[in-house]
Structures are given as structure tokens and as C-alpha cells.
């Protein structure tokens, strides 16, 4: 008999009107994972959020080690040994890296004053273990997304605990620095740590997971493994219906089609050489390792890198320079970044005027210069539906949804300025099964009606099949190959990619 760690029990929750749990019960056994999984706004984030004390529950409870804990703070609760990494970074920014990784427990000198120097030090050794390359000293506001994430969870693994809670620790990863995650947490694992895990890619729940509890329509079904936990079970439990996947029907070729934009020549920080004609109408996948120049392309048409030599035309006779987003945009280029969190959105506006904050200037403004308020609100009422956000309506701020509705308002909020090339660089990151078919569904559309071009880049090959008539696979800075998706499989991909160069 295993022994339990902590117990959920008939845990229910609301926000104002809105229900988030109704009658949530689940277990976890000591030195186990435990996957929790359910749609975008479920009430994943908001059980786990509860159990580490940063919510109260309206009823129910949680023991942990048979004890009720409920009347415990966060900070009692971390000392008790159950910590969280949030969903959204919450390090201090303005602080250093090693400050963050040993947050309220810096080492000190006789007399009480803090030992930086060993701080920096020990901090150095945390880093290293988990294979972050940064400087310790380093301010965390001036770290990607990706490190902040990074420093998050050493700053929860640091110290010891009985109960690690990830939320959505891999969404920014990359697929190496997923594993070096994976064989972290089983080593925490063997030493006895239980971990709750949540995750939309049920590859990695397949892969990691003891147990598994699905949150659906604010109840929870539990189940372990012993053979059942497949990752078709796990879909239709968690949408509670069958999910069909979305197969783009692939453009034969080009011939014909209007030509948007093409790179000659183009070089940068990363960037060799890149010649590339985009065209009207057409998906185009990206594949390469970080690095490897698949994203600068992305970065650079969107002027956040410097383009140190080359072209870029536009319709094939002008010649336009890009600088920065706004002169992007300027030439119907838009992007949403993998790191959107950081860049994308505004928590305390309503989903309405985060949609329509980038036409503010441009589409909304009418002729005596006002916004157009009722315009406003037809297209993010438009754009609300289309990507099925889940919340009461657009008036409600951006910071009470839940993580995937708010990427979901992200895109939506890039689509919504009806741009001729779109670049979305990992789309669907975050979003949950379901979710992702109705996004694909939508940038299908985007590129038949509005012969929008797109960029699509993602990590996930099955979805890049699926999705893109076209792949340009990067090497080293340079495109090295510019392949038709006439039926490639995910092995195809993987040998084209390891083959180049
Ligand atoms: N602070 C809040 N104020 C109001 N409503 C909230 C708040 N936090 C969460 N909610 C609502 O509670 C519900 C559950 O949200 P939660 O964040 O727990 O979902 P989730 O399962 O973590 O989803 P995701 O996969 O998108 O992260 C959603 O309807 C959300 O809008
Ligand atoms: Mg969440």
C-alpha cells in the first residue's frame, strides 16, 4: 500500500459568478505524479492554486499528511514542504537571479547580514545542476521568458519538499530542455518528492505520469496507469467527446499564386544568406533547433533583429525596410512570439480592448480621429467567438481567465489587424487539445479567405503536418532546404531536419 501524501475532498470554487469547481476530489500518494488535466479554464490552476494556499476554497478540504491544512498560510504551507511554480512567472524582476532563486532564505553572516557573496556562489551551483546558463547576478527582468521559467523552478526544487506543484512548467521549453525537466523531477522523485504535473501534451503525461485526475465541467475523474493511460483515452476524457484532428488539405504548389513577399539575400545577428519567397494563400512551416535561424526569420521580417544585409520586397516591386514592429506592421506583417506572455497582453484591460488595442490607431480611428467604439466591440466580439474564449464576456479584464483563454485572446488580438503575412511562432503552446483543432480550424480559414501567407512555426511535428503545405527547414543561420508537405510524416521531418547542413 502506497502511502497518501495529500487529499483533495469535495473542493468547490467560485469567482463571483463564474463556478471554477464544483466537486473536486482527488489523492496523491507519496513520492508519486500525479497529472492534472482538463480544457483551458477548467480549473486546473485554480485546485492546484488552492492547495498551495494562494486561494481559499468555498468547501471541502485538503490534508496533507492527514492533517487539515486549510487553515495555513502560503508561506506556512512552503515550510511544510508543498511548493508551486506557478502558471505565470512570479519571480521578482527587479531582483537578481540567485536573489530569486533563494527567496526569503538568503544565507547570512554572523550578525545577520546577507552574504552575497556566498548567495551568488551557491546560486551559481543551482543554476549549474539544472543546466541554466546565466549570470546570478543578472537582473531577472533581463532573462527571456524561457530562463525566468527556468529560475522559477530551481527556486521551487531548491531546499526540499514533499509536494512540488508545476503548472505548465514545459510550455516554454524546448524538447531537449523538456527532458533535462523530466529526468530532474524523477530524480526528485526517487528521494521520495511527489509532483502534481499539468500539462497539455499528453505525450509527456503518458510519459511521466502515476496517476492522472481529469477536471471536466468543474468534477474530477481519477485514474492510474496499469495500461490505461493513453493519450486517446486521456483526449476524449478531458474534451468529453471525440477530438478529430484537423488535416489542412496541402496546396499542390505555388504556381499561381500571388506572390507576397520575398527576402534576398538575408543576413543578420543569426541569419546567413536567406533567400525566400512567400506567397499568398500558403502555410509555410519552420523547422530547425534553437538558434538555427528558423525563429530569427520570424524575428527579423518583424524588426526585432537587425537585418545586416539583404532585401525585403514587398509584392514583388517595393522594396521596404524593416526596423522595428512598427514598421512591420506597417506592411501587414504581424507576429505572436512564443515568449507572448511577456510581450503580448495588458492583465488589467478588459478581452475587448486587449483585441483591439493594436488597430486602435489604425482601422479604429475615424475620420475626426476618435475610436470607433461600436466598431471596436463588433470585432472583438467576432474575434472573441471565432477562437471560442472562455469567459463571461469581452468586458471581462484579461487577468481573470485562465492561462490558455488568455493566448487564445493573444492570437486572436494578431489576427484581428488582418494582417497579409501572419508569423505564429508555437500557436497552440498552452492550448488544450481541443482548443488547438479550433485554432488550426481558424488559420486554415485565415489563409483560404483573407489569402493571408503564414509562418507556422512549432516543435510539434505532428501538428506541422497537419498544418503547413510547405517546410523550410533551417541550419546554422542558413535555409537549407524548401520542401512541398506532399504526405511527410513526423519521422520525414525529424530525418530532413538531422540530414541538412
Ligand atoms: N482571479 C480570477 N477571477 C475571476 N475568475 C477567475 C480567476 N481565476 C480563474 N478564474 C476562472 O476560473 C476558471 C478556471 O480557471 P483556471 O485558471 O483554474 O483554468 P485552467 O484549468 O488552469 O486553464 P488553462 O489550461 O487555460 O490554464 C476559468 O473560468 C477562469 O476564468
Ligand atoms: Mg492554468
Redesign the pocket.
Known amino acids: 500500500m502506497e502511502e497518501i501524501l495529500l487529499k483533495v475532498e469535495h473542493v468547490s ?1 467560485n ?2 459568478a ?1 463556478q ?2 464544483k466537486d473536486v476530489s482527488f489523492t496523491i500518494k507519496k513520492g508519486t505524479i500525479h497529472s ?1 488535466l ?12 488552492i492547495i498551495a494556499g494562494i ?1 481559499k476554497q468555498n468547501s471541502g478540504i485538503v490534508t496533507l499528511d492527514g492533517n487539515d491544512i486549510t487553515p495555513y498560510s502560503v508561506f506556512e504551507r512552503q515550510n511544510m514542504g508543498v511548493k508551486i511554480v506557478p ?1 505565470h512567472a512570479s519571480i521578482v524582476p527587479e531582483l537578481t537571479v540567485g536573489e530569486n532563486v533563494f527567496m526569503g532564505i538568503w544565507p547570512r553572516k554572523k550578525g545577520g547580514f546577507v552574504d552575497w557573496g556566498k548567495l551568488f556562489i551557491d546560486a551559481e551551483k543551482e543554476l549549474r545542476k539544472y543546466g541554466l546558463d546565466v549570470d546570478p547576478k543578472e537582473k531577472v527582468r533581463n532573462l527571456n521568458g524561457v530562463d525566468q521559467r527556468k529560475v522559477n523552478i530551481i527556486r521551487a526544487m531548491h531546499g526540499g519538499a514533499k509536494l512540488i506543484i508545476l ?2 512548467p514545459t510550455t516554454a521549453l524546448s524538447s531537449v530542455e523538456r527532458q533535462e525537466l523530466f529526468v530532474f523531477v524523477n530524480e526528485l522523485k526517487a528521494q521520495g518528492t511527489a509532483f502534481i504535473f ?1 500539462s ?1 501534451y499528453l505525450q509527456e503525461v503518458v510519459e511521466l505520469s502515476d496517476d492522472v485526475t481529469v ?1 471536466r465541467d468543474g468534477r474530477s475523474f481519477s485514474g492510474s496507469d496499469g495500461g490505461e493511460l493513453n493519450e486517446e483515452r486521456l483526449a476524449s476524457l478531458i474534451a468529453g467527446e471525440e477530438v478529430e484532428l484537423i488535416n489542412r488539405e496541402k496546396l499542390p504548389d505555388n504556381s499561381g499564386r500571388e506572390l507576397l513577399l520575398e527576402c534576398r539575400n538575408m543576413s543578420g545577428h543569426i541569419l546567413k544568406d536567406v533567400s525566400v519567397k512567400l506567397y499568398r494563400g500558403e502555410i509555410t512551416g519552420l523547422v530547425g533547433f534553437p538558434g538555427s535561424g528558423a525563429r530569427e526569420l520570424c524575428r527579423t521580417l518583424f524588426g526585432l533583429e537587425k537585418m545586416t544585409e539583404g532585401e525585403i520586397w514587398i509584392g514583388g516591386n517595393e522594396k521596404v525596410g524593416i526596423r522595428n514592429p512598427s514598421d512591420a506592421m506597417k506592411n501587414g506583417i504581424s507576429y505572436v512570439s512564443y515568449d507572448r506572455h511577456k510581450e503580448g497582453i495588458v492583465g488589467l484591460m478588459s478581452i475587448r480592448e486587449n483585441i483591439s488595442l493594436p488597430s486602435l490607431y489604425t482601422t479604429l480611428k475615424n475620420k475626426l480621429g476618435f475610436v470607433d467604439m461600436e466598431k471596436s466591440r463588433d470585432i472583438s466580439e467576432h474575434y472573441f467567438e471565432l477562437f471560442h474564449v ?3 464576456s469581452t468586458d ?2 484579461l ?9 487564445k485572446v493573444v492570437v486572436a488580438k494578431t489576427v484581428s489587424t488582418g494582417p497579409k503575412l501572419l508569423m505564429l511562432d508555437e500557436p497552440t503552446i ?3 487539445i481541443k482548443s488547438r483543432e479550433e485554432i488550426i480550424e481558424n488559420i486554415n480559414k485565415i489563409a483560404e479567405e483573407d489569402h493571408t501567407s503564414v509562418l507556422y512555426l512549432t516543435n510539434d511535428f505532428d501538428e506541422l503536418i497537419r498544418t503547413v503545405d510547405r517546410i523550410l527547414f533551417f541550419k546554422n543561420g542558413r535555409l537549407e532546404k524548401d520542401v512541398r508537405n506532399h504526405g511527410l510524416s513526423h519521422e520525414d521531418v525529424i530525418n530532413i531536419r538531422d540530414s541538412v547542413g
Open positions: 470554487k469567482f463571483g463564474t471554477a469547481l492534472l482538463g480544457r483551458n479554464g477548467a480549473g486546473k490552476s485554480t485546485v492546484v492554486n486561494y502558471q503548472d505548465e499539468i497539455h477536471i472562455k469567459a463571461n471581462d479584464k487577468n481573470s481567465l485562465s492561462g490558455g483563454n488568455q493566448q498552452g492550448i488544450d
